[in-house]
């Protein structure tokens, strides 16, 4: 289905799926316990009048769409009927969408984030989708950081009890009630007119640092299970 449009019944499918998806995701995510750290990070970017590029692994979509909802972010979506369903979802939830994927109209939707950016919205990227490599960041947020002079800023949720799917990415879906830890990173910069090599270097640098606040969230989690039980 790739690359080509999509039928009016793939449209009412995806429809259907939304319109019951939200309301579940969001009757989860309200009983979360949340646990955030790092926030000041998107403050900083605020106060200073720019917009953050959102950067976070694609097994977090579930939590990262509730968490940070009714922001006007734009987030790139696969041209086709998983994006089609995605992208419906989303916007519920207060998003904008950039149609495209790494293999598919990836150009011209960063075109669009980029024109977004420049607009007064922020944009996100789940930077190992839309296939993977799982944990392997992909070059399009590094690549319009440097365009736009925007920072990226990274994040990592991590629940603790939940479900996972046996899908490429993980997908991790928090259970009900379940205790869920957001860790921020700083403001990722990338200089502008990159060389490959340095594109690639940057591109390394987020990997780890996404990596970093991953072990960061797991440790918040454990700190309130060891306070809890002091």
């Not at 960041?137 to 991590?158: C, K, M, R, S, Y």
């Not at 205790?179 to 490959?196: H, K, T, W, Y």
Request: overall charge positive; aromatic content about 10%; charged content about 25%.
């Amino acid at each position: 289905m790739t690359g080509r449009a999509l039928t009016r019944w793939q449209r009412v499918q995806a429809a259907a799926i939304a319109g019951l998806g939200a309301p579940v995701i969001d009757g989860l995510c309200r009983t979360l316990r949340w646990r955030v750290d790092g926030f000041h990070h998107h403050e900083a970017i605020a106060s200073a009048g720019r917009y953050p590029i959102f950067a976070f692994w694609h097994g977090r979509i579930l939590p990262a769409t509730y968490f940070w909802r009714n922001r006007r972010i734009v987030v790139m979506t696969s041209r086709n009927f998983d994006g089609e369903w995605i992208a419906r979802i989303i916007e519920r939830f207060g998003y904008g969408t950039a149609r495209g994927s790494t293999s598919q109209g990836g150009r011209r939707a960063l075109i669009h984030m980029k024109r977004d950016l420049s607009g007064g919205r922020p944009v996100a990227f789940t930077v190992d989708g839309p296939r993977g490599p799982a944990r392997r960041v992909q070059p399009g947020a590094v690549w319009l950081a440097g365009a736009t002079g925007q920072p990226i800023l990274p994040f990592h949720i991590e629940a603790d009890r939940h479900w996972e799917a046996s899908s490429w990415d993980r997908t991790q879906v928090p259970r009900p009630c379940a205790r869920v830890a957001v860790a921020i990173g700083a403001p990722f910069e990338v200089e502008a007119d990159l060389s490959f090599e340095r594109l690639e270097a940057r591109r390394d640098a987020l990997e780890q640092e996404l990596g970093i606040l991953e072990t960061r969230a797991v440790s918040l989690l454990h700190e309130e299970v060891e306070g809890a039980a002091e």
